[in-house]
């Protein structure tokens, strides 16, 4: 007879799940970007067909779409930090390197515990003070500044990723009668006129191709499944656990970059990931021990 599967094997097989999706749906925008769509417009459709799969997810599940919840002004600061980091990732994974805009993306958990200190006063010890700013070292090898600055790219992934950061702490806030999904429709709905509005600063709409649009509708569906994989996962197992699979995100970033993309990483790029893996990874290990302590 075979054994049940644990709890915490589910989470954490639910959470690498849902990072290779995310990396897919990352794919996606990236091949969609290739055939010639603006990113403005890449991302109007990305948030409209993301706006109609959770709210059908909301129905679907017997809640409202417009609650008087959504009203909280943390609410409309998650929003503001979803389209900030929506947009500037989009822009980075349009004109940079996939393998080098995911490395950049780990360090969102040092820069939400360190948001989490300094504006939601939680306690933060020296020990993952130090940890935090090894990492941030790590970002500066990603990004390896000389004196005429760094790629755009760079620079929008940097933004993009603090964006999601803010996004992430804004939702510690956000009332509890709001649901996962009402988050999800909230955080989509926004990007279709910040998209439309960048377009039209990038030159105005094109004709999509149909290639274009299938990769935007399959990233979606990818991100949809991916998101819900990820709810899975933290209602499974120990969050302790279950939370640094999402550090896969960057393994299957980087092989997808260079399967796709014909990307190839050089050294200080990956001692620069794995300075923040190691970083984000005792930040993990000293939360878990003072949670239990």
């Known amino acids: 007879m075979s054994r049940p599967i644990s709890d915490n094997l589910r989470g954490s097989l ?10 897919l749906e990352d794919m996606c925008l990236k091949a969609a970007a290739a055939t010639g769509l603006p990113v403005g417009q890449i991302v109007m459709l990305f948030g409209a067909g993301g706006t109609l799969g959770f709210a059908l997810l909301t129905l679907a599940r017997g809640e409202k779409l417009i609650d008087p919840a959504m009203w909280h002004r943390a609410v409309f600061a998650r929003a503001g930090a979803e389209v900030s980091g929506r947009l500037f990732y989009t822009l980075a ?4 390197a996939l393998s080098t805009t995911s490395a950049i993306l780990q360090a969102t958990p040092l820069v939400v515990v360190a948001g989490a200190a300094l504006i939601l006063r939680e306690t933060v010890g020296w020990r993952r003070w130090g ?3 090894i990492g941030f070292a790590g970002v500066l090898l990603i990004l390896r500044p000389t004196a005429d600055g760094v ?6 992934a940097v933004l993009g990723m603090l964006g999601f950061a803010g996004r992430d702490l ?3 806030t956000a009332p509890r009668a709001l649901s996962n999904m009402q988050l999800g429709v909230l955080g ?7 998209g439309a509005v960048l377009a039209q600063v990038e030159g105005g709409f094109v004709r ?7 990769l935007i509708a399959l990233g979606t569906v990818i991100g949809i499944a991916a998101y819900t994989a990820l709810t899975l996962a933290m209602r499974s197992g120990e969050v302790s656990v279950v939370t640094p699979f999402r550090y896969s995100r960057l393994l299957f970033g980087i092989g997808l970059g260079v399967v796709a993309f014909g990307e190839r990483p050089d050294t200080w790029t990956l001692i620069g990931s794995a300075v ?5 990874f005792y930040t993990m290990i000293r939360e878990s021990r003072r949670r239990s302590g």
């Open 14 to 23: 639910f959470m690498v799940a849902a990072m290779a999706g995310f990396a």
């Open 93 to 96: 994974l349009g004109y940079g």
């Open 131 to 133: 940890a935090i700013l």
């Open 151 to 156: 790629s755009w790219a760079s620079l929008f």
């Open 170 to 172: 804004a939702t510690r």
């Open 188 to 194: 989509f709905v926004v990007l279709v006129p910040t």
């Open 208 to 214: 999509p191709e149909s290639t274009g649009l299938g």
């Open 276 to 280: 923040v893996l190691s970083a984000g």
